[in-house]
């Protein structure tokens, strides 16, 4: 699980380097960080779904897992738990910051892929290649957000950690059309959460976090039956 520990190390590295910078400017500056961080969500959102929609043999789905996962999230109000635990760190909007982080870290080919290629093949290129990314992510993120940010380590690991471990039962069921359509789905919750950090849409994107389940159920489904 190497590539699994230089990739929390990075998350963790980054946080500390831009919380110092982020005390060392002012509420403009930090302002301006707020909508770099959140154009640069809704460009990468952008990006998931124009690379994924023509790869979905199934053009509703995205639609169903959107509408499905923010019914239940709604119904289970994961927002509004979510930050009643963030605010017991933190004053500010961590809990915006920090799922804009877990997502942005978590829900990705490189983050899914790179622990089975660790486990099956002793490759750990993609880690280190996603560790690179989330270094710079999470020090940008931090500089804006605070140390804060740096807990969003212990969720990837605990994904990635998992992904590793469960990999011999993974690696037949992860296909690429499912990874397309997962991706798809987390595209639309990266690009709403670049939203929110704008301050034009406040979509509750945790609220929707249940989204990503509906695909993998979908293919359960269509597996056995």
């Not at 946080?15 to 154009?39: H, P, R, W």
């Not at 998931?48 to 019914?71: C, E, H, R, W």
């Not at 992510?137 to 605990?158: E, P």
């Not at 034009?200 to 293919?219: A, E, Q, R, Y």
Request: proline share 2%.
């Amino acid at each position: 699980m190497i590539g699994t520990f230089v990739n929390t190390a990075a998350i963790i590295t980054g946080s500390v380097i831009g919380t110092c910078i982020q005390k060392g400017i002012g509420e403009k500056y930090q302002d301006a960080l707020y909508n770099a961080m959140g154009l640069a969500a809704c460009g990468l959102g952008l990006n998931a779904v124009v690379q994924n929609m023509p790869k979905s043999d199934f053009p509703v789905l995205f639609i169903v897992s959107l509408a499905l996962g923010s019914l239940i999230g709604s119904k289970l109000d994961l927002m509004k738990h979510f930050e009643e635990i963030t605010a017991r760190f933190s004053k500010g909007n961590l809990g915006q910051g920090l799922s804009t982080a877990i997502l942005l870290f978590c829900i990705g080919t490189l983050s899914i892929l790179g622990p089975m290629e660790s486990a099956l093949h002793g490759d750990n290129t993609y880690l280190f290649t996603n560790a690179t990314l989330d270094f710079v992510t999470s020090l940008v993120l931090a500089s804006a957000y605070g140390i804060g940010i740096a807990f969003a380590a212990i969720v990837l690991f605990l994904w990635q950690g998992s992904i590793y471990l469960l990999s011999s039962y993974l690696a037949g069921f992860l296909t690429g059309n499912l990874l397309a359509e997962i991706s798809l789905v987390g595209g639309f919750l990266i690009f709403s959460s670049g939203l929110s950090i704008l301050k034009i849409k406040d979509c509750k994107t945790l609220n929707m976090l249940p989204s990503l389940g509906v695909p993998v159920l979908w293919f359960l489904i269509k597996r056995f039956f």
